[in-house]
């Protein structure tokens, strides 16, 4: 497991992008929400995502799988080690966590993502000709 593989996941999921903060995070994100975020360096951990708070309770039982720091209260786990969890389950994590930032967004921006691109730029083209009036 690794970063690469990570990155592979969440790039293969729609409207995603990726940025670095915070110096050595490589973050996923979702209409300019996070939802994933993984660790560069050689310290820190590995993975945190977004869970549901059952899924929370269930996952930080298991060995290597911690409370996110500063985001655990939003119900975020983090994984101490690749080896914390199979490669499925962490793909399918991933996958979830994608889900419920998603569901989360205004739904405006909802609207946004799931049109047809053409229609949003066409869109914006039509309120970008109205702001000119």
């Avoid at 729609?14 to 995070?25: A, G, L, N, R």
């Avoid at 300019?32 to 977004?50: D, E, N, Q, V, Y």
């Avoid at 080690?81 to 989360?104: F, G």
């Amino acid at each position: 497991m690794s970063v690469d593989f990570i990155r592979s996941v969440c790039l293969s999921l729609p409207h995603v992008t990726e940025e670095i903060q915070w110096e050595d995070h490589l973050l996923f994100k979702i209409g300019g929400k996070m939802f994933a975020i993984t660790t560069l360096g050689p310290i820190g951990t590995r993975l945190s995502l977004k869970s549901t708070p059952e899924k929370f309770a269930e996952l930080t039982e298991i060995p290597g799988v911690i409370p996110a720091p500063y985001m655990a209260r939003n119900f975020w786990v983090s994984l101490e080690r690749w080896d914390a969890l199979r490669r499925n389950e962490i793909e399918a994590l991933v996958r979830e966590s994608y889900a419920l930032v998603l569901a989360k967004l205004p739904k405006k921006k909802q609207a946004e993502l799931s049109g047809p691109a053409s229609a949003n730029k066409k869109s914006a083209a039509r309120k970008k000709a109205k702001s000119r009036k």
